[in-house]
């Protein structure tokens, strides 16, 4: 095989460029000092040709070099053109002649006005596009449900089992531990600040509210959706890269009823059952600071619970919990079927999962509580 060359014929202002031997890899060096000396050399001819019918052979490299020549020589001012291009090398040579092509960003400052309003725009269009997401999967969830009560054998009872045990038993330590020191910090602090009162039995009033019908709820629901929401998230977003649930469409399964609607019972049965527990181990973590830091006697601090709430007060929070369970099953689904094939939209996606189903807790939360207002509870 001949050594690579390039040689030139000149004509007035049009040259003829003559490309021959193996324009490889291996040929690094010399190629590089040839196209530089003879872009150098005729930067001022009007019209170039490069001949190529002599070529033996041709990688991506010598390709480049010549698409780089033709570059070169274009920016200079001169008509460069490849020709006698056997068919072999055709594809790769247009391939990389493709390489490279977005003209460069000119200096002329962005508009910060107009890129803080494209982000806004960007941004809303995502939420719109998540809330369209949510909305196909509670109706597809809904017919799945429809389809389990029609025929209670499709409903996967092993399944359900495995994921209330995961979301609930497992969960319980650290929802216990978490709601008791969150019960025992707002003990703290009304006693501190309503010492300077006298009203030091009034904490009680305060604690036993907040915990019952808004803090023992929503503290559940983060731990739940960074714990639970999170794995759900991560799973079927592991699935999804693997081409498992595609394998399911395949096999005739439907992965909503399959893989969804088991997690989504899961969490609507365990939710409501940790947030009773930890509003209990709240106001258990305030009962004990009272009385040891407070100097309140446990049975006024039970006297004084018994005139602090009614029953309502345990049903607002216990209403509340079976609709920011089925929100964060909704949202750590969705999100998870929205992986593509990288590890970093997995990442990604979890993330959003967890941000997006806290958000919507809180704004859930905040609807029940003016819905309870407006009907006096």
Same mark, same amino acid.
């Given at each position: 095989m001949?050594?690579?060359?390039?040689?030139a014929?000149? @004509?007035?202002?049009?040259?003829?460029l003559?490309?021959?031997?193996?324009?490889?890899?291996?040929?690094a060096?010399?190629?590089?000092s040839?196209?530089?000396?003879?872009?150098?050399?005729?930067?001022?001819?009007?019209?170039?040709?490069?001949?190529?019918? %002599?070529?033996?052979?041709? @990688?991506?490299?010598?390709?480049?070099?010549?698409?780089?020549?033709?570059r070169?020589?274009?920016?200079?001012g001169?008509?460069?053109?490849?020709? !006698?291009?056997?068919?072999?090398?055709?594809g790769?040579?247009?391939?990389? !002649?493709?390489?490279?092509?977005?003209?460069? %960003?000119?200096?002329?400052?962005?508009?910060?006005?107009?890129? $803080?309003?494209?982000?806004?725009?960007?941004?809303?269009?995502?939420?719109?596009?998540?809330?369209?997401?949510?909305?196909?999967?509670?109706?597809?969830?809904?017919?799945?449900?429809?389809?389990?009560?029609?025929?209670?054998?499709?409903?996967?009872?092993?399944?359900?089992?495995h994921?209330?045990e995961?979301?609930?038993?497992?969960?319980?330590?650290?929802?216990?531990?978490?709601?008791?020191?969150? !019960?025992?910090?707002?003990?703290?602090?009304?006693?501190f600040?309503?010492?300077?009162?006298? $009203? @030091?039995?009034?904490?009680v009033d305060?604690?036993s509210?907040?915990?019952?019908?808004?803090?023992?709820?929503?503290i559940v629901?983060v731990?739940?959706?960074?714990?639970?929401?999170?794995?759900y998230?991560?799973e079927?977003?592991?699935m999804k890269?693997?081409?498992?649930?595609?394998?399911?469409?395949?096999?005739?399964?439907?992965?909503?009823?399959?893989?969804?609607?088991?997690r989504i019972i899961?969490?609507?049965? $365990?939710?409501?059952?940790?947030?009773?527990?930890?509003?209990m181990?709240?106001?258990?973590g305030?009962?004990?600071?009272?009385?040891?830091? !407070?100097?309140?006697a446990?049975?006024?601090?039970?006297?004084?619970?018994?005139?602090?709430?009614?029953?309502?007060?345990?049903?607002?929070?216990?209403i %509340?919990?079976?609709?920011?369970?089925?929100?964060?099953?909704?949202?750590a689904?969705?999100?998870?079927?929205?992986?593509d094939?990288?590890?970093?939209?997995?990442?990604?996606r979890?993330?959003?999962?967890?941000? %997006?189903?806290?958000f919507?807790?809180?704004?859930?939360d905040?609807?029940?509580?003016?819905f309870?207002?407006?009907?006096?509870?």
């Amino acid at each position: 095989m001949s050594p690579a060359a390039l040689t030139a014929t000149s @004509d007035g202002e049009r040259v003829a460029l003559a490309a021959a031997g193996a324009w490889t890899a291996q040929a690094a060096s010399e190629l590089e000092s040839i196209v530089e000396d003879t872009a150098r050399q005729y930067e001022g001819a009007r019209e170039v040709d490069i001949d190529l019918a %002599k070529l033996e052979r041709l @990688d991506t490299f010598g390709a480049w070099l010549l698409e780089r020549l033709q570059r070169a020589l274009t920016a200079r001012g001169s008509t460069a053109r490849l020709v !006698g291009l056997s068919d072999t090398d055709r594809g790769l040579i247009e391939e990389v !002649g493709r390489v490279n092509r977005t003209p460069p %960003k000119d200096g002329v400052a962005e508009n910060q006005i107009l890129v $803080a309003l494209d982000a806004v725009g960007r941004a809303m269009a995502e939420i719109g596009r998540s809330l369209i997401l949510l909305a196909q999967l509670f109706g597809a969830l809904t017919a799945a449900v429809l389809r389990t009560i029609a025929h209670p054998t499709r409903l996967r009872l092993a399944s359900t089992v495995h994921h209330l045990e995961r979301v609930g038993w497992r969960a319980l330590p650290i929802i216990l531990l978490s709601t008791f020191v969150i !019960g025992a910090i707002l003990a703290q602090q009304g006693i501190f600040r309503f010492r300077a009162f006298g $009203a @030091d039995v009034y904490v009680v009033d305060m604690v036993s509210v907040l915990v019952l019908r808004e803090v023992g709820v929503l503290i559940v629901c983060v731990m739940v959706a960074g714990r639970s929401g999170s794995a759900y998230t991560a799973e079927l977003g592991a699935m999804k890269m693997r081409e498992e649930i595609d394998a399911l469409r395949t096999m005739g399964l439907d992965p909503i009823e399959t893989l969804v609607l088991p997690r989504i019972i899961a969490l609507v049965i $365990a939710v409501p059952l940790l947030t009773f527990l930890g509003s209990m181990a709240a106001l258990y973590g305030a009962g004990l600071v009272c009385w040891l830091y !407070g100097g309140m006697a446990p049975s006024i601090f039970l006297e004084r619970l018994r005139e602090a709430i009614w029953l309502p007060t345990f049903e607002v929070g216990l209403i %509340k919990a079976p609709f920011m369970a089925l929100t964060i099953g909704l949202v750590a689904c969705a999100e998870g079927f929205e992986v593509d094939g990288s590890a970093a939209s997995l990442g990604f996606r979890t993330t959003a999962s967890v941000v %997006k189903s806290i958000f919507l807790v809180i704004a859930l939360d905040g609807v029940f509580a003016m819905f309870f207002a407006s009907i006096g509870m």
